[in-house]
C-alpha cells in the first residue's frame, strides 16, 4: 500500500510538473507570438495589445525607428512620453528601468542634434551621461556640439556646416 502511494505521488507531481512546464511553455510562445514578434517587425499597434507589452519599449521602438526614417520631431514626442511613463513628476524613477532612460535621453539628444535644437541635444547627452558615464557615442557627438559652437545658444551654432554622423 506505502508503495502504492508513493507510485500515485510520483505520478502527480510528474503531472503537475508537466503542467507547469507546458504552461510555462505556453505564456513564453504567447509573448512571443503576440508581442516579441510583432515588435521586431515594427508592427507596433499589434505588440501593444499583447499582455506581456513593455508599454515603453514599445514607445521607445517606434522612435528610433521614427528617427531612422528621418521624422525627428514624431520622435521627439515619443520620447517625451517615454519620459513621462519612466519618470515621476519628482523626477524619481525605478532602477530596473535606468538602462531605458539612458536610451531614451540619448536617441532623444540624436533627435534634437538633427534638428538643430543644441540646448536640448546637449541637455539629453547630459541626462545619458548621468545613466551611464562611460557611453562614449553621447561624449562624442556632446564633444561634437560643443566643438562646433553648438552647445549653449540654441541656434544652429555652425552645426549646418559640417554633417557628422550622430
Same mark, same amino acid.
Given at each position: 500500500? #506505502? +508503495?502504492?502511494?508513493? /507510485? !500515485?505521488?510520483?505520478?502527480?507531481? =510528474?503531472?503537475?510538473? %508537466?503542467?507547469?512546464?507546458?504552461?510555462?511553455?505556453?505564456?513564453?510562445?504567447?509573448?512571443?507570438?503576440?508581442?516579441?514578434?510583432?515588435?521586431?517587425?515594427?508592427?507596433?499597434?499589434?505588440?501593444?495589445?499583447?499582455?506581456?507589452?513593455?508599454?515603453?519599449?514599445? #514607445? +521607445?521602438?517606434?522612435? /528610433? !525607428?521614427?528617427?531612422?526614417?528621418? =521624422?525627428?520631431?514624431? %520622435?521627439?514626442?515619443?520620447?517625451?512620453?517615454?519620459?513621462?511613463?519612466?519618470?515621476?513628476?519628482?523626477?524619481?524613477?525605478?532602477?530596473?528601468?535606468?538602462?531605458?532612460?539612458?536610451?531614451?535621453?540619448?536617441?532623444?539628444?540624436?533627435?534634437?542634434?538633427?534638428?538643430?535644437?543644441?540646448?536640448? /541635444?546637449?541637455?539629453?547627452?547630459?541626462?545619458?551621461?548621468?545613466?551611464?558615464?562611460?557611453?562614449?557615442?553621447?561624449?562624442?557627438?556632446?564633444?561634437?556640439?560643443?566643438?562646433?559652437?553648438?552647445?549653449?545658444?540654441?541656434?544652429?551654432?555652425?552645426?549646418?556646416?559640417?554633417?557628422?554622423?550622430?
Amino acid at each position: 500500500m #506505502l +508503495i502504492n502511494l508513493k /507510485a !500515485k505521488l510520483g505520478k502527480a507531481a =510528474r503531472i503537475a510538473l %508537466s503542467l507547469a512546464i507546458v504552461s510555462a511553455f505556453g505564456y513564453g510562445f504567447y509573448g512571443l507570438v503576440t508581442y516579441a514578434l510583432p515588435l521586431s517587425h515594427d508592427d507596433f499597434r499589434q505588440a501593444q495589445t499583447s499582455y506581456v507589452a513593455d508599454q515603453t519599449e514599445i #514607445l +521607445i521602438a517606434g522612435a /528610433a !525607428k521614427a528617427y531612422e526614417e528621418g =521624422r525627428y520631431d514624431e %520622435s521627439t514626442k515619443v520620447l517625451e512620453l517615454a519620459l513621462e511613463q519612466l519618470v515621476s513628476k519628482s523626477g524619481r524613477y525605478q532602477a530596473d528601468n535606468r538602462w531605458k532612460l539612458e536610451r531614451v535621453y540619448f536617441l532623444l539628444g540624436k533627435s534634437y542634434h538633427r534638428m538643430k535644437k543644441f540646448d536640448k /541635444a546637449v541637455q539629453n547627452y547630459e541626462d545619458t551621461l548621468r545613466m551611464n558615464p562611460n557611453h562614449m557615442p553621447a561624449k562624442y557627438n556632446l564633444e561634437m556640439i560643443e566643438s562646433e559652437g553648438g552647445g549653449g545658444n540654441g541656434g544652429d551654432g555652425g552645426g549646418a556646416k559640417n554633417q557628422h554622423k550622430i
